[in-house]
């Protein structure tokens, strides 16, 4: 037997091996029992909405995708929740409906509010109009005037929503985010799902477009680039103009569509919108009327 008193590990005291030379000769480490360490838990995100107002078939309420303020600019939305077969509008409704209206005017430290409008599904019963059915958030870029003090919002929103009968709205909130971090909220991811539907750019689609006043009474617009067939087209912008639906007058380079309008004024050089809707994607341009 080898001599125990030569071992660095002998405890000349016991005349035994230390504890952990002995661990170490059966092959064990000497914090085995040890516990792991245990992760710190993470803070469950919290909620940035106010109360829902509900209008029986419609309810609606105001979500934010931050709790705080963060660097002063964030993402807000308008949460519409509809009953089975009910719609509510797009900003530019059709031939009948009403848009949203946001009105900011009791909110403080507030100094820019802007809706993005998700692509509308279009409805042609009873007659031709766009909007939204089910449940649609709609986004809002908002931003502070100063990051460092309270921002107070306080929005009185009008909307309508229709089934058989159209029936018109107003919900008033008062929300207010403290200077802070601005950690995500429950409402975060929603409210991003429905900013992914804002149209691109039309350019994304490889296509330009251009409008031309034929007569008083009537638009064309041309459509060049792109791949697939011609999208369906919305076309808004001025306010106080009726605009038909678009009709594909011309399939080529250019593709060719017709609108009637009823303006009561001249609108050559004012700037129109126009909205592509194709296969779930949708493209957006702001062009000048020639």
């Not at 100063?146 to 009185?156: A, Y």
């Not at 008062?174 to 799902?193: D, F, K, W, Y």
């Not at 459509?223 to 678009?246: K, N, R």
Request: charged content about 25%; some cysteine; proline content about 7%.
């Amino acid at each position: 037997m080898s001599d125990l008193r030569k071992n660095p590990f002998f405890h000349p005291v016991t005349g035994g091996l230390t504890l952990v030379a002995a661990l170490a000769l059966l092959g064990v480490g000497a914090f085995v029992n040890a516990p792991e360490p245990v992760a710190a838990a993470q803070t469950p995100a919290q909620s940035a909405a106010s109360d829902w107002v509900d209008h029986d078939y419609a309810k609606v309420r105001l979500v934010s995708a931050q709790t705080e303020l963060g660097d002063g600019s964030l993402m807000l939305g308008v949460e519409i929740a509809l009953a089975k077969g009910w719609k509510t509008y797009w900003r530019y409704p059709g031939d009948s409906g009403l848009p949203p209206r946001f009105d900011w005017s009791g909110s403080q430290n507030l100094k820019s509010a802007e809706p993005l409008w998700p692509a509308p599904e279009k409805f042609t019963k009873p007659d031709t109009t766009y909007g939204y059915k089910q449940h649609v958030i709609l986004p809002l870029k908002v931003e502070a005037a100063d990051e460092d003090e309270p921002l107070n919002l306080s929005l009185t929103f009008n909307y309508g929503f229709c089934d058989d009968i159209c029936v018109p709205a107003e919900a008033v909130f008062n929300m207010t985010l403290a200077p802070g971090e601005g950690e995500r909220s429950v409402e975060a991811a929603q409210i991003e799902t429905f900013e992914a539907r804002v149209p691109e750019a039309l350019s994304a689609r490889g296509s330009r477009a251009a409008a031309r006043l034929e007569n008083e009474n009537k638009l064309e617009l041309l459509l060049e680039g792109g791949d697939g067939a011609p999208p369906v087209l919305i076309v808004d912008g001025l306010e106080g103009v009726y605009f038909s639906e678009a009709e594909l007058v011309h399939i080529g380079e250019p593709s060719r569509y017709e609108v009637e309008l009823d303006a009561g004024r001249d609108i050559t050089g004012e700037m129109l919108n126009l909205t592509f809707l194709a296969g779930g994607k949708a493209w957006e341009e702001r062009v000048e009327i020639r």
